[in-house]
């Protein structure tokens, strides 16, 4: 009865839910730059990121995320890349292609602001010609409904050699297909947050704890919380999601380039039987990693008046050292 329950509000609410939710995934480490453009090829001169997301496994029309972020660093100061998003829940589909640009402000060797900017489109469609209705040949739920519309986000992203923190805003245009909420409205925003830290704990085993918060008007605010430990090239996660679920996962990096993860969520509350596990998978490509962010060691030289100055040369370039922190 309560999976029942669930399949109809999907399927009642999901215009809605589209048209105000911004997507959460649990490896929000990896993927920052689908959140926020500023982060862009901030692990990698050349990288890119796929993540796929199965929330309530076993419920018909229960939502489903792909993402994919590629960047690539021009220089020290700026940077670009792509994104794509295919989310789908119940009846409704939103696909969003965007592309970004980072323009960093430098403090000295070891840390930064960036500022970003990403411009691209919604697809947004409802394909009611899908539907399994009591009723054979409805005329009413004969064909679909689709529309595209211009979107954009922002963000600043600073980083340090240990510590990086995050604050974006990565849809600024509310686009649904029914509704009063249309276009660029200020309380309609969703602010996603993060921050994290790693503490060498030792030669080989790296402490890393992380917060991803998301706020919009009139909500309660969401967020996950992780406890990441190190331990040369593998990882291993626990955390605790806001929706009162907890969150475990694993990740391995092969070789510097090659990177694979896996999360899972398992709801708390009252409805866990129906809402079950939810499912993350991820896949990244960095040419190479930055040795699991050890900031920008080596790339500035101090110019005749003392500041800072980009060397073009890139002669000197990131440590490899094997202690990443």
Known sequence: MRALIITSLISLLSPLILGQNTIRFSNFNFTKSIYNPSAIATDAQVSSDLV??????????????IGFNGGYEINELMAVGINFLNDRIGLNQTNSISAMYAYRLLFDDKQYLSFGLGVGVDNISWNLNEATTIQANDAAFSTG????A????????????????????????????????????????????????????????????SLQLKYTWNAPIQGDAILRGIWSDLGFSLGYRSENSLIAGIDYTFGQKIRIGYMANY???????????????????????????????????????????????????????????
């Open 52 to 65: 796929y997301r199965t929330q309530w496994v076993g419920l018909d029309g229960a939502p489903t995320t």
């Open 145 to 148: 409904y689709s529309t595209w």
């Open 150 to 209: 211009f979107n954009s986000s922002v963000g600043l992203y600073y980083k340090a050699k240990k510590f990086y923190a995050g604050i974006s805003v990565p849809q600024m245009f509310q686009n649904t297909l029914f509704g009063q909420d249309k276009g660029m409205k200020l309380i309609r925003f969703h602010y996603h947050a993060l921050a994290g830290y790693h503490f060498s704990v030792s030669e080989r085993f790296v402490f890393h704890p």
């Open 267 to 325: 709801d708390l509350g009252p409805l866990a039987r129906s809402k079950g596990w939810s499912h993350e998978i991820y896949l990244g490509l960095g040419l190479p990693y930055y040795n699991s962010n050890v900031g920008i060691d080596g790339r500035l030289y101090v110019n005749k008046k003392g500041g800072y100055k980009t060397n073009y040369r890139r002669s000197a370039r990131r440590k490899q050292s094997k202690r990443p922190y």
